[in-house]
């Protein structure tokens, strides 16, 4: 059983940054597709970012392009989200990711097998 701890979220202010955390037990990280998802409030939840187990591929929502990175360490069986440029649209709580069942990243909530307890974000204009 995968289990996943984010850590890092908070209050900041618009064009600040934040790096959220995602630590992993309970399984060979580096076998692990991970994501990170968000979900605002009255909203759905969407993708953010993925990357591959060995961290060479990536993939990002259009809307976090250019401004969030995905990394990880399997050595520190850790994925990490650094945002930069926040902006109020960016609120929500996020949630880390993992996908054991399939070897390919993906974008699709469905596709993860865990997933963590969440962790707000709240960007303040």
């Known amino acids: 059983q995968v289990q996943l701890v984010e850590s890092g979220g908070g209050l900041v202010q618009a064009g600040g940054s934040l790096r959220l955390s995602c630590a992993a037990s309970?399984?060979?990280?580096?076998?692990?597709?991970m994501g990170w998802f968000r979900q605002a409030a009255g909203k759905e939840r969407e993708h953010v970012a993925t990357?591959?187990?060995?961290?060479?591929?990536?993939s990002y929502a259009d809307s976090v392009k250019g401004r969030f990175t995905i990394s990880r360490d399997n050595a520190k069986n850790t994925v990490y989200l650094q945002m930069n440029s926040l902006k109020p649209e960016d609120t929500a709580v996020y949630y880390c990711a993992a996908r054991a069942s399939g070897v390919i990243t993906s974008s699709a909530g469905g596709d993860y097998d865990y997933w963590g307890q969440g962790t707000q974000i709240t960007v303040s204009s």
């Open positions: 309970g399984y060979t990280f580096s076998r692990l597709v």
């Open positions: 990357i591959s187990r060995s961290g060479g591929s990536t």
